[in-house]
């Protein structure tokens, strides 16, 4: 059973890798064999999480590149193909949020949260898909969406539109890729005690969320691993592609 889900050998690239729930990600990586390429936005953000992974015994380097901005994927991409000469695994993990109000809604901030929500999305699978088409063996890509995805959350009226759209394009994607045998997923987390949320949710609004979570509490970032893990593998989700994964505590099942 464990080598169904082995990763022995593959090279999982993590965009946002210093965020807590991709160290998490990670870590469950490197527990069943795969050497991490951390694509961070600044050099020093790489710094925290290669201590992590290599304390653990980990293979892991960081690369920098600024998802909203093409050429940079690009360099990232070459320098983690000339590293590793392999790209076998890819999750895209940033994600911008806002609660402005929608009548208060500027454009600025519309563009600078799909910028990296969606467009960087897009860029990032057009360019690591090449490289995995002319390697010839495959791969998974998995993206992160949110609950917030459909139907929306209040207040957060950009990022759900955002996520959505990645609900989508998740979708084309893995009709794209396949005749590659590249799977396409996206992860639909519930609520995690992510920074971008601790930045947004009041003590009202999380008495909301936890009144709508049937197991009532939050996520905790390790409880993201075994997803990951499965649909990084491709022996354990070899016939997985296109599917939305609930990760919510029971969010999405839950009404009045």
Do not use: C
């Not at 009226?157 to 996206?186: C, D, G, M, W």
């Amino acid at each position: 059973m464990s080598d169904l889900f082995s990763l022995k050998g593959k090279t999982a690239v993590i965009i946002g890798g210093n965020s807590t729930l991709a160290r998490s990600v990670a870590e469950g990586f490197v527990e069943h064999g795969a050497r991490i390429a951390s694509v961070v936005m600044k050099a020093e953000l790489g710094t925290e999480v290669e201590e992590q992974i290599q304390a653990m015994g980990g293979e892991i380097q960081s690369f920098v590149a600024d998802v909203t901005v093409q050429d940079s994927i690009q360099r990232a991409a070459d320098e983690i193909w000339d590293w590793a000469k392999s790209i076998d695994i890819l999750l895209y993990a940033p994600g911008l949020n806002s609660s402005t109000p929608f009548f208060d809604l500027k454009m600025d901030e519309w563009d600078a949260i799909m910028d990296v929500n969606l467009k960087g999305l897009v860029m990032t699978s057009q360019i690591f898909a090449k490289k995995m088409i002319a390697q010839k063996t495959g791969g998974s890509i998995i993206n992160i969406s949110s609950v917030s995805s459909g139907p929306p959350l209040s207040r957060v009226f950009t990022y759900s539109a955002s996520k959505a759209a990645v609900n989508s394009v998740t979708q084309f994607l893995a009709r794209e890729l396949a005749p590659h045998n590249i799977r396409v997923n996206a992860i639909i987390p519930g609520f995690f005690p992510a920074e971008q949320n601790r930045k947004i949710l009041t003590d009202e609004r999380v008495a909301d969320i936890m009144r709508h979570t049937p197991v009532n509490r939050y996520g905790k970032p390790e409880e993201l691993k075994g997803v990951t893990v499965w649909l990084a593998s491709e022996k354990a989700s070899s016939y997985v592609t296109g599917s939305l994964v609930r990760v919510d505590g029971g969010f999405g099942a839950m009404t009045i």
